[in-house]
Structures are given as structure tokens and as C-alpha cells.
């Protein structure tokens, strides 16, 4: 199953908008989604401080300030 991850920290209303996406896009297609908090670890604050969120699938950005919905679809079809 492919992995998912939403880099984002609290407060952040284009991280909330993008988890929500995400969320709903996970009852069409099965993925894990994983929500990594970027405030509670310096090496992710660094890596992503002012281009939260960020969407990886499995290792690769695909995403970042907003989730492109068409794109996160493909990928994910593409990995059945």
C-alpha cells in the first residue's frame, strides 16, 4: 500500500484545507496517510518552514502549499 505523508503544523489553515483533500480522497483510493508535524522536529522545520504542506508519496514531493488533486490521483492509480 502506498504511503502518503502531509508535512503541516498546527494552526495552518492551507494544511487543515489540504488534510481534509487527502482525507477524501482516501475513501476513493486505498493509501495510508501519514501527518507529520514539522514543529516538533527541527530537521523537518528546516526542510519545510515556509512550503507547508507538503504532500510525499513514498518518498517523492508531489505537493506543496496545495494539494493538486489530479496529480496525487495519478500517482496513486499509477502504484495499483
Known amino acids: 500500500m502506498s504511503v502518503l505523508t502531509l508535512y503541516s503544523k498546527p494552526g495552518c489553515h492551507l494544511c487543515e484545507e489540504a488534510l481534509q483533500a487527502l482525507q477524501a480522497l482516501q475513501g476513493e483510493i ?3 496517510l501519514r501527518v507529520r508535524d514539522i514543529s516538533s522536529d527541527e530537521a523537518l522545520h528546516r526542510a519545510y518552514f ?3 504542506p507538503v504532500v510525499d508519496l513514498d518518498g ?3 505537493c506543496e502549499y496545495f494539494v493538486e488533486e489530479a496529480l496525487v490521483r495519478e ?3 499509477s502504484r495499483r
Do not use: G, Q, S
Open 30 to 32: 486505498a493509501f495510508e
Open 50 to 52: 515556509e512550503r507547508i
Open 60 to 62: 517523492e514531493e508531489l
Open 75 to 77: 500517482r496513486l492509480e
